[in-house]
Each structure stands twice: as structure tokens, then as C-alpha cells.
């Protein structure tokens, strides 16, 4: 067995959750911008802001770290100078809250990776913090293989999952299934390739 433990990969839901980012140069805008998405209730405290961040709808506090910035929080970014990202490494442990370090692992008890997003389908890629550069190349050949169509195909494997649970399909059965209805929703989409054989399914 091996000496290093696994990371658990998790996608997590940020929505109207409060989440602190700690540093207010272009590598936190960068995180920032981020999490935007997510529609996560945002505090960015550094004591000095570039104008980007302060154009965001974000709640600014300008100055120094303090650890109670953390209280409520259910996430946080660390991205000011290491001995700052040590400070709120130590906050959130003692608040049993996990913290993402940009480029600072040894701070990090989190890390996030180069994401792919097609529609609904997200697709994220990490080194354990590593080599950051090396996930984003992952991540960009990644984005030459995931077919454009591919909500098309989350769609039409939601709908064959309520059916299935409907009709009390085994979980053994439901791969196959699913690849059978793809291949007839490529074949609907791209005629000419009818007559291809599917792809071999794992038992």
C-alpha cells in the first residue's frame, strides 16, 4: 500500500455559501472570477484591492488577514504571500475548514484543478497540486475529445436514468443501456455513421 494518501475528489455547492478569498491581486481575480459562477456569497480581504476585484460583486474588507475573517465561512482561498496563506492554513484547521493555497500546496488542504465545462458537464483534472501547468494541458487535450453535442447526451442520460428507476432496471444493466441509446442518438445526429460498430462495453 502506498505511504501517500488519495485525494477525494469532490465538486461542491457554493451557492449563497459564504466563501473567503484572502489576497486582492490578479491571481485571486483569477479565483474570483471562479467562483463567480457558482453564486457563492464572496468576502475578499487584502489590504490592497486591484480595481478589477472592486468592480466585482463581492464584500471587500481592505486590510490584514484576520483568523475570525473564516467564521461562517465554508470554504477558503488563500492567494496573498505564503507566510499570509500559512496564517489562514492555520484558521481553517482550527475551524476544521478547508482551504485552497494557489500555488502554496503545502498551505493547501484543498486543491482545485484545469476544468473543462461543456453545458453541464464538468470535468476537472489535478496533480494534487503538483504540476497546475500540466493539469491545464491535460485539461486543453480534453477539450479536443469531448464532442460538442456532449449536453445532448447528459440530457438524453438523465431522462434513460428516470426510466430506469421507474422500471427498477439493475445498476449492472444500465451501462449498456445507456451506451446502446448514445450510439442511436449519434447515429440520428451523424447518418453516415450508422453502420459503425459501437464501442465494446466493460463487464
Known sequence: MSSVAALFPLFLKLRHRKVVVVGG???????????????????????????????????????????????????????????????????????????NAVDDPDSASAFTGGVLRRGTLTIAVSTDGEAPALAGLVREGLEAVVPDEIDDWVREARALRRRQRAEHVPMASRRPLLLQALNELYAERRPESAGAPPPEVAP
Open 25 to 99: 491581486g490578479p491571481v485571486a481575480a483569477a479565483k474570483i472570477d471562479a467562483l463567480l459562477g457558482t453564486g457563492a456569497d464572496i468576502t475578499v480581504v487584502a489590504p490592497e484591492i486591484i480595481p478589477h476585484i472592486r468592480s466585482l460583486d463581492v464584500t471587500l474588507l481592505a486590510r490584514g488577514f484576520l483568523p475570525s475573517d473564516l467564521d461562517g465561512a465554508w470554504l477558503a482561498v488563500a492567494a496573498a504571500p505564503p507566510d499570509v496563506n500559512r496564517d489562514v492554513r492555520a484558521a481553517g484547521e482550527a475551524r476544521r475548514l478547508f482551504v
